[in-house]
């Protein structure tokens, strides 16, 4: 809320379009899902064909997503687990949770066959990918970036080491053992193995 608003006097907000339906949005994704559980690939998707399986109206989905990318960006969401809830307690509580999703979502994406054949296509698909990197990846990243930096500030991480560099050390060893070398073990507790270890190192001196 910004400062103008907190002193506006009370009052109904005025309407501004039709209110977003979580039922609409749900029909919209899951019909998205249906065409490419049945192997319509992504190329092929358009809004009218995807309108027709949702059982809605092209100008549905224009009012909740600008384009495709968008809409699939939201469906490779919806199939992913969702972005961890971060504990706050400490650093390393923090990026244990974050490294857990990555932890989990290379164990769907090597069992769910849908979130498998969607990162394929993606990857091959420049528009979708880079509305993914945008809207999920970098966000991801700038959180990550952001508590190694209150480490350092609270006297949990070294000084001399480069926050980027640091993110780069803690999120490589899931992301190569979950997206590089499918055939790595992605075993319960790696996330507190790989933060704990690379904290041995980068803690300040005593």
Request: proline letters at 7%; aromatic letters at 4%; glycine letters at 6%.
């Amino acid at each position: 809320m910004s400062l103008a608003d907190s002193h506006a006097v009370p009052g109904p907000a005025p309407a501004r379009g039709r209110p977003r339906s979580e039922a609409v949005e749900r029909a919209i994704i899951e019909g998205v899902m249906k065409l490419l559980e049945d192997g319509v690939p992504l190329a092929d998707l358009s809004i009218e064909r995807i309108a027709r399986t949702a059982g809605v109206g092209k100008a549905t989905i224009y009012r909740r997503w600008s384009g495709k990318e968008e809409l699939f960006v939201d469906v490779v969401r919806t199939a992913e687990p969702p972005d961890p809830e971060l504990p706050g307690n400490s650093m390393r509580d923090d990026l244990v949770a974050l490294l857990e999703q990555l932890r989990r979502r290379g164990v769907m994406t090597r069992t769910s066959v849908l979130l498998h054949n969607v990162f394929a296509q993606m990857k091959s698909s420049p528009k979708v990918w880079a509305a993914y990197h945008a809207n999920v990846v970098e966000p991801r990243r700038r959180l990550q970036v952001e508590i190694l930096r209150r480490g350092q500030a609270n006297g949990e991480l070294r000084q001399d080491v480069d926050v980027e560099l640091m993110n780069d050390m803690f999120v490589g060893p899931m992301l190569l053992r979950s997206v590089m070398r499918a055939d790595a073990d992605l075993p319960e507790g790696l996330s507190e193995e790989i933060v704990d270890t690379l904290l041995e190192g980068l803690r300040p001196a005593r």
